[in-house]
């Protein structure tokens, strides 16, 4: 993924805080020799684990947070992943096709300006490790609960325990290390004040599906450029 200088972001504060609140991805696995990766669609929770000061992977072999996630028995991923698991979580949201007009420099005519989309993405690079003792598979679907419905108003996950202990053994659970974190918010950074200004005001008369978001970080990114 390119990611030029006014697309990156800020700190790791910026996408931790943006991952905090895009929990579905795709966790992209290693094939066999001849055959292209395998890519698995799953919601995961993001645990950060630290805060760091850059979204370079640490030196001192600690890592940038875990996710943790679960996958059926039966998945194709499983042998993939005991003979790599070296893998990539790829998120990306909050994007839009602009209209070139939009984009036009001021002292360019509307029909000259060249269309683009505006998204932020994250990968997460990460050391993948199998969950597969029932208490501990427990504790990770534990976790994701309190991510995913933390109102409650479900049973309790414990292992051997009805009515969720008989089912642990058609799951195996996965913890994700991140080592290395790339991340992206292409929201027309390099554009003058009255271009972007422009943008959001598009997006804003558009009203489409994620216009809202996309302009919403625009004008974040933009009232914080360097």
């Given at each position: 993924m390119l990611i030029h200088p006014w697309d990156a972001a800020r700190d790791d504060a910026e996408w931790q805080r943006w991952l905090a609140g895009h929990d579905f991805g795709q966790l992209a696995v290693n094939g066999g020799p001849g055959e292209p990766p395998l890519v698995q669609p799953l919601h995961f929770a993001y645990q950060s684990t630290r805060?760091?000061?850059?979204?370079?992977?640490?030196?001192?072999?600690?890592?940038?947070g875990s996710v943790l996630a679960h996958l059926a028995r039966p998945n194709p991923l499983w042998p993939a992943l005991d003979a790599a698991p070296e893998v990539l979580l790829s998120v990306v949201?909050?994007?839009v096709f602009v209209p070139g007009p939009w984009q036009a420099p001021e002292d360019t005519p509307p029909?000259?300006?060249?269309?683009?989309?505006l998204y932020a993405a994250v990968q997460l690079r990460c050391t993948a490790h199998i969950v597969d003792g029932p208490e501990e598979k427990a504790a990770l679907l534990r976790a994701q609960m309190d991510h995913f419905q933390p109102e409650g108003g479900s049973a309790p996950v414990t292992a051997g325990e009805a009515p969720y202990g008989r089912l642990l053994s058609g799951i195996r659970g996965l913890r994700l290390e991140v080592t290395d974190v790339r991340a992206k918010f292409k929201y027309a950074g390099h554009r003058t004040d009255a271009v972007r200004q422009r943008i959001a005001e598009g997006l804003a008369a558009r009203g489409g599906p994620r216009d809202a978001s996309a302009r919403d970080l625009q004008l974040r990114r933009g009232a914080t450029a360097p």
């Open positions: 805060s760091t000061q850059s979204t370079r992977s640490t030196s001192d072999g600690g890592t940038l949201d909050d994007y029909e000259h300006g060249v269309p683009t989309s």
